[in-house]
């Protein structure tokens, strides 16, 4: 995962969240995210480089991303409101049934913008998750 030179790629992943009608999560996008310095770059330097690789969207901030935790991929199955079954049981159908352990933690430090990445926990290769909610009327 290396970068020529020594620097890191981070992937930040868009994963969109369903609530309402319907219900789970799925990955909706990756970015991969150059980082020259490697676990050198500073927080702020890094949601600066995270901001710029995504063509599109609202501005993220440091909270806004966490560790991407394939093990919450997936939909909660739901009743048929026109015909309910009295004996619907509802349960969580994962898309991965051996889904990767998270590879990286990521606490960043508010008040101190010049935190390298891999004191906050990153490492070449980590994988972060920015979760969109959106709601489903049904």
């Given amino acids: 995962m290396n970068v ?3 620097g890191w790629t981070v992937q930040v ?10 219900n789970g999560m799925d990955e909706e996008k990756r970015y991969t995210v150059s980082l020259p310095r490697g676990g050198e770059t500073t927080t702020s330097d890094f949601i600066q480089a995270v901001n710029a690789a995504k063509p599109e969207g609202d501005v993220l901030n440091l909270m806004d991303l966490s560790p991407f935790d394939e093990s919450k991929l997936g939909y909660k199955t739901s009743n048929n409101r026109r015909n309910p079954d009295p004996n619907f049981a509802s349960r969580w159908v994962p898309k991965h049934e051996n889904p990767k352990p998270v590879n990286c933690k990521w606490t960043p430090d508010r008040a101190n ?26």
């Avoid at 992943?13 to 319907?22: F, N, Y």
């Avoid at 935190?115 to 290769?125: N, R, T, V």
């Fill in 4 to 6: 020529e030179g020594g």
């Fill in 13 to 22: 992943i868009w994963v969109d969240k369903r609530e309402g009608a319907m």
């Fill in 113 to 138: 913008r010049e935190q390298k990445i891999s004191d906050a926990g990153l490492c070449d290769g980590a994988e972060l998750s920015f979760v969109k909610v959106s709601r489903w009327k049904g």
